[in-house]
């Protein structure tokens, strides 16, 4: 909802600007001047002070000041509980303020926080995955180097057994070699 503009600059009156400081002076200056005038109407008369005798009836106005005096009595405390009020809200924002501030650094201290352990566990965990990395690596160079192991003591044996049966073609040296070509047969895929 859009605002008048009237109603915009009557909001704006109720801010808080320097003329105030001033007008909040005024009820209790007022206050005080009355409540001389009373006094003085009251305990002085003609006799004491000539310029008494151009007042038709003081003690009518003596009441009159009175009535005024209250009067001023109670805008200077509507004035003094309106200052008072402003100061508990304005030290009220302020404590909130903090507050505030507090909560905002405890947050980005426990984000902070979070962030470091996330960083150091994703380092671990990068740590563990080259470790595991590495075992695997080594795992598999080693099995590789037994499988060419076992590769070379299967063609040595092969070719022992080649060339006892063509250095001796005899019936022995045949059924070695039988079985190292049935060996080879079985398992060569997987040598």
Not at 79 to 91: A, F, G, I, P, Q
Not at 165 to 175: A, D, H, I, T, V
């Amino acid at each position: 909802m859009v605002n008048p503009p009237w109603l915009l600059a009557r909001m704006n009156l109720f801010r808080y600007q320097p003329w105030v400081n001033l007008l909040t002076l005024l009820p209790g200056t007022s206050l005080t001047l009355l409540t001389i005038a009373v006094a003085f109407l009251r305990f002085y008369n003609e006799e004491d002070f000539r310029f008494l005798g151009y007042l038709a009836q003081p003690r009518i106005w003596s009441n009159r000041l009175t009535v005024a005096v209250l009067l001023v009595a109670v805008v200077n405390f509507g004035v003094e509980w309106n200052l008072r009020n402003r100061e508990t809200n304005r030290l009220a924002e302020a404590e909130q303020r903090r507050s505030e501030a507090a909560a905002r650094a405890a947050n980005e201290r426990a984000e902070e926080i979070n962030r470091r352990t996330q960083e150091e566990q994703r380092r671990s965990e990068e740590a563990v995955r080259a470790a595991n990395e590495r075992a695997e690596e080594i795992n598999r160079r080693a099995e590789e180097r037994e499988r060419a192991a076992r590769r070379a003591r299967v063609e040595a044996r092969c070719r022992a057994a080649q060339i006892r049966f063509q250095l001796e073609p005899s019936q022995g040296n045949r059924q070695s070699l039988a079985a190292v070509l049935a060996v080879l047969e079985e398992y060569g895929d997987t040598l």
